[in-house]
């Protein structure tokens, strides 16, 4: 039974995506606000996996739910659209954008490849697993800007591997355009006993509000 980093994968359909459900259960995703029938709202899209999820958090408490308050209170027209999977990997990612993307996106925010890292997935496999996305993404909405959430492995793992995968997220943004990146998407956070579950690794509800404000740095200039 795979992990995702260490809870068990759960595959969400891309009814569960858009028919308003959340990682936490909840009949309807806080996140999705209806469409106001104004042309001009753009859709952001969180897509990865537990941690954009939310995992072990009220739907409410996941950064990408902080996120959609930061943009509300400067009254922006983009409604977020959070669609996180626990346990994803990037080659399943691969598969499932393409549910995503059946509604136009303006801003597409890509956060994988910690469970691939976790399973010692080869890193030229895991680049060429997000260079894929990406592709779908530009191919269907050239204008789309993306936001690369770099990721780092525990100090447990061998070092030129760790290394290796951390340099690939900085060289998918240096050869894609239009590519912001998040140096490390839980800086400040990762290894924090009180800014973490007790599993050591998901953020807990005081974490995710350092996570959204390394997000929201590199998101802000760009809306």
Not at 27 to 45: R, T, Y
Not at 145 to 172: C, H, N, W
Not at 177 to 193: D, N
């Amino acid at each position: 039974m795979r992990k995702d980093f260490v809870f068990i994968l759960f595959w969400f359909s891309a009814a569960l995506l858009f028919a308003g459900c959340d990682p936490a259960g909840n009949k309807e995703n806080a996140l999705a606000k209806p469409d106001s029938g104004q042309a001009a709202i753009k859709n952001i899209v969180f897509f990865g996996n537990s941690l954009t999820a939310g995992y072990g958090l009220d739907s409410a408490e996941a950064y990408p739910a902080l996120i959609r308050l930061k943009i509300d209170s400067l009254h922006l027209p983009y409604k977020v659209i959070a669609a996180g999977i626990p346990g994803q990997t990037t080659a399943e990612g691969n598969t499932t954008v393409d549910a995503v993307l059946t509604q136009p996106v303006s801003i597409f925010n890509l956060e994988l490849g910690g469970n691939d890292g976790l399973q010692g997935i080869a890193v030229s496999q895991i680049s060429a697993n997000l260079q894929s996305i990406i592709d779908k993404v530009k191919k269907k909405y050239p204008s789309c800007k993306i936001v690369l959430a770099g990721m780092q492995l525990p100090t447990d793992l061998k070092t030129s591997y760790r290394d290796e995968f951390k340099a690939m997220y900085p060289k998918l943004a240096d050869t894609n355009k239009k590519i912001y990146l998040v140096p490390f998407l839980l800086e400040g956070v990762a290894a924090v006993p009180g800014l973490n579950q007790p599993d050591g690794i998901h953020p807990n509800a005081s974490g995710d509000k350092i996570v959204a404000e390394n997000v929201w740095k590199v998101l802000k200039p760009i809306l």
